[in-house]
């Protein structure tokens, strides 16, 4: 089965740039989403189509991407930015869809 | 303002049965693809279902095919997930999500009901 794969792990201190890649063969014909979750929450979309900010979603989350690896990136990272972040994308047909496993953000 | 609010999560009993229903309101409900994500505890996010806007395209996860069905009344608002045959592993929270597209895109979310498979 499909599987788009990203760090477990990511530490940033408060100001600095978080990125956080998420790898797959499908993603330059998919879309790649994501989401952001802190504990005890329903995730929130932050990232949609590959690029796109939502409204109400601060611009300090961009995203960019490159062949099979899209990119997340959080500049000038606060405190409240520490959640867990999943990638979402679907396999080549556009049919299952599939979660990376998440990376933890930590601010330092 | 959009909102989902799932029910029917509880305790079963393995190989027991549970029927879980999302309310929705504040959209079309008709016009987008809904689904069923779900987090076992301490763990990530995994799609399970979802279901074309008019109902004619389905999809399952590989590790609920034959045991889950998802199906919606668009009259209803509403979209729900019937679960045979519960395992252990499908112990989880529950949520349902808006589709923006085929492929996911999930704009708006439940707050998550939780389901326990355990004997």
């Known amino acids: 089965s499909y599987e788009v794969t990203q760090p477990p792990s990511v530490s940033v201190s408060p100001g600095q740039t978080a990125r956080i890649t998420c790898s797959g063969d499908?993603?330059?014909?998919?879309?790649a989403f994501w989401y952001q979750q802190k504990p005890g929450q329903a995730p929130v979309l932050v990232i949609s189509?590959?690029?796109e900010r939502p409204s109400g979603i601060p611009e300090r989350f961009s995203a960019s991407t490159s062949g099979t690896t899209v990119t997340l990136t959080i500049s000038g990272v606060q405190a409240e930015d520490e959640a867990d972040y999943y990638c979402?994308?679907?396999?080549?047909?556009?049919?299952?869809?599939?979660f990376g496993g998440g990376t933890k953000l930590t601010v330092l | 303002e959009v909102e989902m609010a799932e029910s029917g999560g509880g305790l079963v009993q393995p190989g027991g049965s549970l029927s879980l229903s999302c309310a929705a309101s504040?959209?079309?409900?008709?016009?987008?693809?809904m689904s069923w994500v779900r987090q076992a505890p301490g763990k990530g996010l995994e799609w399970v279902a979802d279901?074309?806007?008019?109902?004619?395209?389905?999809y399952y996860v590989d590790s609920v095919k034959g045991r889950f069905t998802i199906s919606r009344d668009n009259a209803k608002n509403s979209v729900y997930l019937e679960m045979h045959n519960l395992r252990a592993e499908d112990t989880a929270v529950y949520f349902c999500?808006?589709?923006?597209?085929?492929?996911?895109?999930?704009?708006?979310w439940g707050q998550g009901t939780l389901v326990t498979v355990s004997s």
């Open positions: 999500a808006r589709g923006l597209i085929a492929g996911g895109g999930f704009d708006y």
């Open positions: 504040g959209f079309t409900f008709s016009s987008y693809w």
């Open positions: 279901i074309r806007k008019d109902g004619s395209e389905i």
């Open positions: 499908a993603l330059p014909k998919q879309y």
């Open positions: 189509k590959d690029t």
């Open positions: 979402q994308s679907a396999d080549s047909r556009g049919t299952y869809v599939v």
